[in-house]
């Protein structure tokens, strides 16, 4: 079993609309929680960054984290096709700076 | 915020040379950088952690003396690719720990696309 788990879809949605993006993690240790923005042949672009529980919100972007569920979600609101790109999550422990990274998910956004 | 600028974007290379990528933060110091590879359509893959004025730290299987990493001052870390064959073709990305530390999140490169012919 993966530490992180991440559906790598591709998840296609039309404009306007409500985007959920999701990762599982099994180690209960982890307490930073970030979500990244990858176009393609470029960089990840950071979004959001949460640490411990709790939600966190910027502009159309909110993030949850329920450590309980071991479980963070990305949401988009008011989709548009230029959020069409692949969504990285990654989390890492107090301990070690490294991160752990989802599979990332591939986001369409049809206009 | 933090930068972290990358060159090259992008390089063509023959088989059996050497290729020098370079990763540096614009307005921080950075003594943690990291170092990963990315497969198309598949997610980052850390090589190696590097930390400024010491010895980087490299995952397991990854070769140390093939991917050479010097992160000689506060600014600047490189990944030299020794004798590069083809099947080292791939997105290369850095990273850095910016100066607030993780709170602020990682900033990354722009990445740099290696093909081997």
């Known amino acids: 079993q993966k530490e992180v788990e991440q559906d790598p879809g591709p998840l296609s949605v039309p404009e306007g609309a409500i985007v959920s993006l999701n990762c599982t993690y099994s180690?209960?240790?982890?307490?930073?929680f970030m979500w990244y923005r990858q176009y393609s042949r470029k960089g990840p672009e950071l979004l959001m960054y949460?640490?411990s529980s709790g939600n966190k919100e910027d502009g159309r972007f909110t993030a949850q984290v329920d450590k309980s569920s071991k479980y963070i979600s990305l949401f988009i609101r008011d989709s548009q096709p230029s959020d069409s790109a692949t969504y990285l999550c990654?989390?890492?422990?107090?301990?070690?700076?490294?991160?752990?990274w989802g599979a990332g998910t591939k986001l369409i956004i049809k206009p | 915020g933090a930068v972290v600028s990358q060159h090259p974007s992008w390089v063509i290379c023959k088989s059996g040379t050497s290729v020098k990528i370079e990763c540096r933060s614009l307005?921080?110091?950075?003594?943690?950088m990291f170092w990963y590879r990315q497969f198309p359509k598949k997610s980052l893959m850390l090589m190696a952690t590097?930390?400024?004025?010491?010895?980087?730290?490299?995952e397991q299987g990854v070769e140390k003396d093939k991917f050479l990493i010097n992160h000689a001052s506060l600014t600047l870390s490189t990944l030299t690719v020794t004798s590069a064959h083809p099947e080292d073709s791939s997105f290369y990305i850095c990273?850095?720990?910016?100066?607030?530390?993780?709170?602020?999140?990682?900033?990354f490169g722009s990445g740099t696309r290696l093909t081997v012919v």
């Open positions: 990654a989390m890492s422990d107090a301990s070690n700076y490294q991160l752990i």
């Open positions: 590097s930390n400024e004025g010491s010895k980087a730290t490299y």
């Open positions: 990273s850095a720990l910016p100066p607030l530390g993780r709170e602020m999140g990682y900033t």
């Open positions: 180690n209960s240790a982890f307490q930073y």
């Open positions: 307005d921080f110091q950075a003594t943690t």
């Open positions: 949460t640490y």
